[in-house]
């Protein structure tokens, strides 16, 4: 199985452009989440989802926004993207035992 | 606010060693801890999760040990090997609403043959 799946691998982008991040699982996990991880500051938490249909806050939500309109998809949403917003994004599902399972990751270079 | 620290400094030891991480936290314990590998450009893998009322935990070359007393973790690999090398990434989840976990700044570990 593939597990979790994301796209694109990397992206350049431009100050104030906006940019969706896809996340894809395979495992029918309810619970998802999205970090970024940023050098000396390990992985942080910016938004999750416990089920399809909710979505809650995590410790950096500003300036993004996710949906979750099936259990697969947990797309994260730029909307107006800053240099500040550079980093490594990682998605990911929780198992009902607590393992988490995390895709290759984005790398995102806004500019 | 939790704070989680781990050793920033690569831990560096010879093919064969133990090679022993530690992870220190303030504030109340968490309901779990999580240990997970980290290799370059790739997403963390998870390798074990010990609980509050567990003081240690194995799973082939590696231990893991809980002292909520101490407020820390140790994480053990055994007769170490150059493929161990990675970054190795200490995690507390609490059994609040998200389940979310926080997650420290890791410790790079190198094996050398």
């Known amino acids: 199985t593939a597990g979790i799946t994301q796209a694109p691998t990397s992206q350049i982008l431009a100050a104030g452009r906006s940019m969706t991040l896809r996340c894809t699982q395979d495992?029918?996990?309810?619970?998802m989440y999205w970090y970024r991880q940023d050098l000396g500051l390990g992985l942080r938490l910016i938004h999750y989802?416990?089920?399809?249909?909710?979505?809650g806050k995590g410790e950096v939500p500003d300036g993004y926004s996710v949906s979750r309109a099936n259990t697969d998809d947990f797309p994260l949403t730029l909307a107006s993207a800053v240099p500040s917003q550079t980093s490594v994004y990682f998605c990911?599902?929780?198992?009902?035992?607590?393992?988490?399972?995390f895709g290759p990751g984005t790398r995102l270079t806004v500019l | 606010s939790q704070k989680i620290e781990q050793n920033s400094e690569a831990l560096n030891i010879q093919e064969g060693k133990t090679a022993t991480l530690t992870c220190n936290y303030t504030?109340?314990?968490?309901?779990?801890l999580q240990w997970y590998r980290q290799d370059p450009g790739r997403g963390p893998v998870f390798l074990l999760l010990?609980?509050?009322?567990?003081k240690e935990k194995r799973k082939e070359r590696l231990k893991v040990t809980f002292d909520t007393t101490l407020k820390q973790s140790l994480f053990h690999i055994t007769a170490s090997q150059p493929a161990d090398s990675a970054t190795y990434l200490c995690?507390?989840?609490?059994?609040?609403?998200?389940?979310?976990?926080?997650f420290g700044s890791g410790t790079r570990l190198l094996v050398r043959p």
């Open positions: 504030n109340y314990s968490p309901a779990y």
């Open positions: 495992m029918r996990h309810n619970a």
């Open positions: 989802s416990n089920t399809a249909g909710t979505t």
């Open positions: 010990i609980r509050e009322n567990e």
């Open positions: 995690a507390l989840q609490y059994m609040d609403s998200s389940y979310k976990l926080i």
């Open positions: 990911a599902s929780r198992d009902p035992l607590g393992e988490q399972f």
